[in-house]
């Protein structure tokens, strides 16, 4: 064989295997090696305060702006589920040691055909399990999932998953539910329109 031959077999046999390899890779994996390159580049500290969870805070891209002094990491990864955040446990959570974790998620769950609020609530309950079992001291806060205009037919699972999760957390130590359900609804009960985006799913700056 001679050596033009070689180099396109050997060429070919990449393509094929990187292909392969992109059929194979879980949900968000390119997501969660762009996060371990950057810890590569700049080790992230300690007993910072890490955020987790979907595009609310993959968005909030001037996070540290709203809380001088600080120490805040951001590895919210869009359209995420809580059973990503059940995958990536071990990527995106316990290696950075923080004395927080705020984790935004669930409403995409609620958004996959099929998914009850009692899949989101035992979900995050495994995750809070997880995290817990590994970080004991460090303090596990929920945001509840936010009234988005468009989701406005799933807000009665996202009443009772919050619900069930915030009844949860009052019971652990350590642990706390961040009600900000309400805070974005008007007088009539409905979702505040002027705090989002054109898409009515994600935040503005009024929003955040």
């Known amino acids: 064989?001679?050596?033009a031959r070689r180099i396109f077999l050997m060429l070919f046999i990449c393509l094929l295997l990187s292909k392969a390899y992109a059929q194979v890779c879980p949900p968000f994996w390119k997501?969660?090696?762009a996060f371990k390159k950057?810890?590569?580049v700049s080790a992230p500290p300690k007993d910072a305060i890490l955020l987790v969870g979907s595009s609310s805070f993959t968005k909030w891209t001037d996070v540290q702006d709203y809380f001088p002094g600080y120490t805040i990491i951001n590895r919210g990864f869009g359209g995420s589920t809580l059973k990503d955040l059940?995958?990536?446990?071990?990527?995106?959570?316990?290696?950075?040691?923080?004395?927080?974790?705020?984790?935004?998620?669930?409403?995409?769950?609620?958004?996959?055909?099929?998914t009850s609020s009692e899949d989101v609530v035992l979900r995050f309950k495994t995750l809070y399990g997880i995290i817990r079992q590994n970080l004991p001291?460090?303090?596990?806060?929920?945001?509840?999932?936010?009234?988005?205009?468009?989701?406005?037919?799933?807000?009665?699972l996202m009443e009772k998953a919050n619900k069930e999760i915030e009844s949860f957390l009052k019971q652990q130590k350590r642990a706390s539910f961040i009600n900000v359900y309400q805070a974005m609804l008007d007088a009539a009960g409905k979702p505040k329109p002027g705090i989002f985006l054109e898409d009515q799913l994600h935040m503005n700056a009024s929003g955040y």
């Open 1 to 3: 064989m001679n050596v």
């Open 31 to 33: 997501d969660i090696l």
């Open 38 to 40: 950057l810890d590569s």
């Open 86 to 114: 059940l995958r990536y446990a071990y990527d995106v959570v316990l290696p950075y040691h923080p004395k927080q974790v705020l984790i935004y998620c669930g409403e995409n769950d609620l958004a996959q055909k099929g």
């Open 137 to 156: 001291n460090t303090y596990i806060h929920f945001i509840s999932m936010k009234p988005s205009p468009s989701r406005q037919h799933l807000l009665p």
